[in-house]
T-cell receptor
Framework: AQSVTQLGSHVSVSEGALVLLRCNYS??????LFWYVQYPNQGLQLLLK??????LVKGINGFEAEFKKSETSFHLTKPSAHMSDAAEYFC???????????FGTGTKLQVIP | IAGITQAPTSQILAAGRRMTLRCTQD?????MYWYRQDLGLGLRLIHY???????GKGEVPDGYSVSRANTDDFPLTLASAVPSQTSVYFC???????????FGPGTRLLVL
């Protein structure tokens, strides 16, 4: 089975502070992992993805995520939050013979000036 | 402009009415998907199609049907709308199943 858990439906950070959004997955085989971002009244768009190779993945807008197999995690980070980062972030997984991606329930990021 | 479009943008529908949400992509992607997004529940897959001519059921298929007559179009039909189908509906596509999904702007549906 495959599943993904995002810890914290809402996260607030001050502008300039570190952003850390948590994602843990469950998969019996090496997964493909994704982070998507959704700005208000828009569809989702890809931030970054891990398929194989280097476990530290860099994405758009200064975000990065590290695949940690031992911890079954794929947390999203950004060293310094910007007001424009306020959005909802979704972690997603697809693994093995699955034909469908499983999305997490999302984490809404608030950036406080 | 390459991408994925959805129509209508929003709709108010009387319960019991039939409604088709349209989705078109011009990226020649093989796979297409329909999701509904509800507060606190994230994205839930309704139906999917891995290639033209084939469709499959997702997590919440009841009350919905799809068809995939060609590569570009993937309409979603509500045969007899109910208030619990009030939601925001997103269509998405990907080149292949395990690849990045590209999302449309969504259709906001209110069933009264």
């Amino acid at each position: 089975a495959q599943s993904v858990t995002q810890l914290g439906s809402h996260v607030s950070v001050s502008e300039g502070a570190l952003v850390l959004l948590r994602c843990n997955y469950s998969s019996s085989v090496p997964p493909y992992l994704f982070w998507y971002v959704q700005y208000p009244n828009q569809g989702l768009q890809l931030l970054l993805k891990y398929t194989t190779g280097a476990t530290l993945v860099k994405g758009i807008n200064g975000f990065e995520a590290e695949f940690k197999k031992s911890e079954t995690s794929f947390h999203l980070t950004k060293p310094s939050a910007h007001m424009s980062d306020a959005a909802e972030y979704f972690c997603a997984v697809i693994s093995g013979g699955y034909q469908k991606v499983t999305f997490g329930t999302g984490t809404k990021l608030q950036v406080i000036p | 402009i390459a991408g994925i479009t959805q129509a209508p943008t929003s709709q108010i529908l009387a319960a019991g009415r039939r409604m088709t949400l349209r989705c078109t992509q011009d990226m020649r992607h093989n796979a297409m998907y329909w999701y509904r997004q509800d507060l606190g529940l994230g994205l839930r897959l309704i139906h999917y199609s891995n290639t033209a001519g084939t469709t499959g059921k997702g997590e919440v298929p009841d009350g919905y049907s799809v068809s995939r007559a060609n590569t570009d179009d993937f309409p979603l039909t509500l045969a007899s709308a109910v208030p619990s189908q009030t939601s925001v509906y997103f269509c998405a596509s990907s080149r292949e199943v395990r690849e990045t999904q590209y999302f449309g702007p969504g259709t906001r549906l209110l069933v009264l």
